[in-house]
């Protein structure tokens, strides 16, 4: 089992900048997808970003060119920066880490509030 921790959200005005961390209880060495995703009210749960292990990313089109992932394995961590934030990033963020090997397995963390205000 792995835990996911995120911290990084808050209140920020729009154009401002916010970064996201993830820390897992377990190590992330091996085949996996660690990633955020996004769930604003009354909506469904979407992605923002994944990176896989070979440093692999991908973005949702709303937020190429304005957020960024990275990770630190030896940290077991993801980051997002987001920068230029506009009020319809606003939404719960949850991190995910999608395990192939070794083990397989699916983790989320408790997610963190990111509002942007106009």
């Known amino acids: 089992q792995v835990q996911l921790v995120e911290s990084g959200g808050g209140l920020v005005q729009a154009g401002g900048s916010l970064r996201l961390s993830c820390a897992a209880s377990r190590s992330t060495v091996g085949k996996n997808t660690m990633g955020w995703y996004r769930q604003a009210p009354g909506k469904q749960r979407e992605l923002v970003a994944t990176m896989g292990d070979s440093g692999s990313t991908n973005y949702a089109d709303s937020v190429k060119g304005r957020f960024t992932i990275s990770r630190d394995n030896d940290k077991n961590t993801v980051y997002l920066q987001m920068s230029n934030l506009k009020p319809e990033d606003t939404a719960v963020y949850y991190c995910?880490?999608?395990?192939?090997?070794?083990?397989?397995?699916?983790?989320w963390g408790q997610g963190t509030l990111v509002t942007v205000s106009s």
């Open positions: 995910n880490l999608h395990k192939i090997w070794p083990g397989r397995g699916d983790y």
